[in-house]
């Protein structure tokens, strides 16, 4: 199994910033060495992606309205992943809850990440 524990979030204003992190961890997290990826949903809409790490971290991806604002960076120790959001500029529209996912590749369908973190509130006043 793999345990995800998102933590950092907050109430801030506009245009300041703001770290989330992820702790993974779990003997199939290890074992399978797999990427790591953070999703939003806010209230009455859907999953959308944000951005996405692999397991070197030599690859991530973003999506399209987080692309230079926001950087994602991961730390792996033996056993245990810590996966950082940093995310900076922030907007009024990037409020929502953000989700830590562990899969085993990244890219931006939610479905097919295997495990899910319980989230962590962002909420950015204008």
């Known amino acids: 199994q793999v345990q995800l524990v998102e933590s950092g979030g907050g109430l801030v204003q506009a245009g300041d910033s703001l770290r989330l992190s992820c702790a993974a961890s779990?003997?199939?997290?290890?074992?399978?060495?797999?990427?790591l990826g953070w999703f939003r949903q806010a209230p009455g809409k859907e999953r959308e992606f944000v951005a996405a790490?692999?397991?070197?971290?030599?690859?991530?991806?973003?999506g399209d309205t987080v692309k230079g604002r926001f950087i994602i960076s991961r730390d792996n120790a033996k056993a245990k992943s810590t996966v950082y959001l940093q995310m900076n500029s922030l907007k009024p529209e990037d409020t929502a809850v953000y989700y830590c996912?562990?899969?085993?590749?990244?890219?931006?369908?939610?479905?097919?990440?295997?495990?899910w973190g319980q989230g962590t509130q962002v909420t950015v006043s204008s």
């Open positions: 996912a562990a899969g085993s590749s990244i890219n931006e369908t939610p479905r097919t990440y295997d495990f």
């Open positions: 790490i692999s397991w070197s971290g030599d690859s991530t991806d973003y």
């Open positions: 779990g003997r199939t997290f290890s074992s399978y060495a797999m990427g």
